[in-house]
C-alpha cells in the first residue's frame, strides 16, 4: 500500500475517533442531564415513582441511542443511510409485531403519570367494578367484590369510559314519596327527618321536590347525599316512615 494513502487513511480515521470520543462524551453528559431534569419535572407533577423512574431511563436511553446514531454516521459515512434504512425497516417490523403490547405499555405509562385513578381506589371498566390493587406498565389488577381477580390490559384505558367510584365521596340517594294530595305537607318536615339520619351529608342538605299530582297522589322525590348510599337509604326510608306513617316511601 502506498505510504501517502495509509498515512492519509490513519489520518481520517484518527481524526473521525476523535470526533466520535466527543460526541460519546458529549452524549453521556446530555443524557443524564436528561434524565435528571425529566425526573425533577414528573416528581414535580407528582407521579409515581416508579414511573419517574422508567421515563428518566428512557429519555436517556434516547440520548444514547442518538449518540451512537451519529457515532456511525462519523465512521460509516456513505453506508450510514443503509444502517439508518435497516434500522428503520427493523422497527417498522416489530412495531407492527408488538402494536398491542407497545400500546398497552404507553398507556400504562400514561396511567401512571396522570393519575386517574390509584392503587386503593374503586373503578368500573370494560363492564368489570373492582378495587385497584397493582398497576403494572402492561395491566391493572382489580379485585371485584365477589372476589375476583380482573386483569385489565391498560389500552382499555386509553379507549374505554373508566368510572373511578372513589375520586367523590358522597353518593346520591333518591326517594320517592307518595301522600294524598289533601295531606298538608311540610317539605321542611320531611328535610328534618331525613338530615336526622347520622349516615346522611348535611352539605349538600337534603332536597324535596313535588314531582307531579295524579290520581289524588301527590308525589314527591327526596334527595340526599351520603358516604354509604345503601345504608342512609334504608335510614332515610325509616326516619321518613316514622314522621309519615300514611306515606308510600321507597327507593329509588
Known amino acids: 500500500m502506498d505510504p501517502t494513502t495509509l498515512r492519509d487513511a490513519l489520518l481520517e480515521y484518527t481524526i473521525r475517533t476523535l470526533w466520535a470520543v466527543i460526541v460519546v462524551a458529549i452524549a453521556l453528559v446530555l443524557a443524564r442531564a436528561v434524565r435528571t431534569v425529566t425526573m425533577r419535572r414528573l416528581t414535580k407533577y407528582r407521579a409515581q415513582g416508579n414511573a419517574t423512574i422508567l421515563l428518566g431511563n428512557l429519555a436517556q436511553l434516547a440520548v444514547i441511542v442518538l449518540g451512537i446514531l451519529v457515532v456511525l454516521a462519523i465512521y460509516t459515512q456513505g453506508a450510514f443511510g443503509w444502517i439508518l434504512t435497516s434500522f428503520s425497516v427493523v422497527g417498522i417490523v416489530i412495531g407492527f409485531s408488538l402494536q398491542d403490547i407497545l400500546r398497552n405499555f404507553f398507556a400504562g405509562v400514561w396511567v401512571l403519570v396522570e393519575r386517574p385513578f390509584r392503587i386503593g381506589d374503586t373503578i368500573d371498566v370494560s363492564g368489570y367494578t373492582g378495587l385497584v390493587e397493582e398497576m403494572t406498565f402492561r395491566t391493572t389488577l382489580l379485585r371485584t367484590d365477589d372476589g375476583r381477580q380482573v386483569i385489565v390490559p391498560n389500552g382499555d384505558f386509553m379507549t374505554k369510559p373508566v368510572v373511578n367510584l372513589t375520586r367523590f365521596p358522597l353518593r346520591r340517594g333518591l326517594l320517592l314519596l307518595s301522600l294524598d294530595a289533601g295531606t298538608d305537607l311540610a317539605t321542611e318536615e320531611v328535610k328534618a327527618a331525613v338530615a336526622s339520619v ?55
Do not use: C, N, S
Open 198 to 252: 347520622g349516615a346522611i351529608a348535611r352539605d349538600p342538605a337534603p332536597t324535596v321536590e313535588l314531582l307531579r299530582v295524579t290520581g289524588g297522589k301527590a308525589r314527591y322525590q327526596v334527595t340526599f347525599w351520603a358516604p354509604d348510599r345503601a345504608a342512609a337509604v334504608a335510614a332515610a326510608v325509616a326516619a321518613v316512615r316514622a314522621r309519615f306513617p300514611a306515606a308510600e316511601v321507597r327507593a329509588a
